[in-house]
């Protein structure tokens, strides 16, 4: 049976639902530059198609340019061992030359109905036939950066998967401090679940209390960490959160337009060993957050919306609203071009990279009169 993909995919945990409902589609395509969320389809797909248990008999992984596509082929036609299906898995394989894509391709419009083939590829040239096959063919997954709008309900995933639950406000932070980076997010969700782990040990003792700093989980226990969530002061306790919290000072400081406060915060983190450029980067956002927030309050959008649209808690929504207030819509457009100009002076300017974000903060905090940096030519 063809099966055509959204042209937008699936994420790896809308995949989770998706294969609740047999059998495996006989291809997927991991398309995107995202390892983690290629990593995560394929842990999924291998469940699915051989179970959790390494099967050496019905699994087998090839990478484009190292294995002839005959080989890979012949493989895929290979009937599953005391099995109901194989699976075969191609990484890299916008890596294969036109010779290998011609064969693969007549392999992709004819796949064996035992084998699940999942092809995995940062990049894909739908004018190649090879590529434009499998969009037509293969069950897509979109492996490529998560949107801002899509890391809560990921995060969400994520923390169910491995048995851990965060309140709304630690979620809210551990996703304004890591920002779109999964591998930072999986490892701050790591170092959480070990000290829930020690932490829900530490409280099975008589009169025992939750342990900080961080202690390691016993080895021996087993347990479902859903019902112990972690709080914001634990989570920023484990992840060292003194820093994430002055960078959230600093953006309020910058929304409400206290220069001095906000200042003093910079040099801060700056003391703390923060770079310019993720603060920067900090900035940005909550400046087009507030930019998005004016203009549907403006189109008369109730303050509560913004919660949903922005996906942020609704306590931080309703921050945003009462900040965006102190600016008019232009000077919000306006404060978007300064933080792409001192992106762009970071990136390649001949200015000290600390004074940059000092001159943006200040512009950002005194309504923008008029540039006080210059461009280098």
């Not at 040099?267 to 940005?284: A, C, D, I, K, N």
């Amino acid at each position: 049976m063809t099966r055509t993909a959204s042209p937008r995919g699936l994420r790896p945990h809308e995949l989770r639902a998706a294969l609740k409902t047999p059998p495996p589609a006989p291809l997927y395509l991991c398309l995107g530059e995202e390892p983690h969320l290629a990593a995560q389809a394929l842990e999924l797909l291998r469940t699915a198609v051989v179970g959790p248990e390494p099967d050496v008999f019905n699994s087998d992984r090839f990478t484009a340019g190292e294995t002839p596509a005959a080989e890979i082929v012949n493989a895929a036609g290979t009937l599953p061992a005391f099995a109901e299906r194989r699976l075969v898995v191609i990484t890299h394989a916008e890596a294969f030359g036109a010779a290998d894509q011609a064969i693969l391709t007549e392999y992709v419009n004819a796949p064996s109905p035992t084998t699940c083939m999942v092809v995995i590829a940062a990049k894909a040239d739908q004018r190649q036939r090879f590529f434009a096959a499998l969009m037509k063919q293969a069950v897509l997954i979109n492996c490529h950066p998560l949107y801002e709008r899509e890391l809560p309900k990921w995060l969400d995933h994520q923390t169910a998967s491995i048995g851990l639950r965060l309140t709304p406000e630690a979620a809210h932070a551990l996703i304004e401090q890591t920002g779109s980076s999964l591998e930072s997010l999986i490892n701050e969700l790591e170092k959480l679940r070990a000290y829930a782990s020690a932490r829900a040990d530490a409280l099975a003792q008589p009169g025992g209390d939750a342990p900080l700093p961080l202690t390691p989980p016993s080895p021996t226990r087993e347990r479902s960490l859903v019902d112990a969530p972690v709080t914001l002061d634990e989570l920023q306790a484990v992840s060292a959160g003194a820093r994430e919290r002055s960078v959230f000072e600093l953006t309020d400081a910058v929304g409400e337009r206290r220069a001095v406060a906000a200042l003093t915060i910079l040099r801060r983190l700056f003391e703390q060993g923060e770079y310019p450029v993720p603060v920067t980067t900090m900035l940005t956002r909550h400046m087009r957050r507030l930019r998005i927030a004016k203009s549907h309050l403006h189109a008369g959008a109730a303050v509560g919306a913004l919660a949903s649209l922005l996906a942020v808690m609704p306590r931080y929504a309703e921050t945003l609203g009462r900040q965006a207030g102190g600016f008019t819509e232009e000077q919000l457009e306006r404060a978007l071009s300064r933080c792409l100009v001192a992106d762009a002076q970071l990136k390649g300017g001949r200015l000290q990279k600390e004074r940059v974000v000092e001159f943006l903060v200040i512009e950002l905090c005194r309504g923008l009169p008029g540039p006080l940096t210059v461009t280098p030519a």
